[in-house]
């Protein structure tokens, strides 16, 4: 686990707080996961790909679906 406790992670596996500023109660967490099914990654490698991951999904298109197309009425 780090030390800010946003993330938790294994050889195998890793779970994150993905930081969405402005979208919701502060109650409402989003969490992101990831998991691998081959035996040579490291925690390393799973923090950082937790890191990684949580901080893409955080960003503003995808927080907010600004820049992704939407299906059209009628469409």
Known sequence: MTKDHRYIYS???AVGIVDRPNQ???KDKLFASVRVTHDDATESDMQK???AYTESAASPKECTGKGRQTAR???
């Open 11 to 13: 050889n195998t596996g």
């Open 49 to 51: 790909l937790i890191t």
């Open 73 to 75: 009425k009628g469409a």
């Open 24 to 26: 919701g109660a502060p």
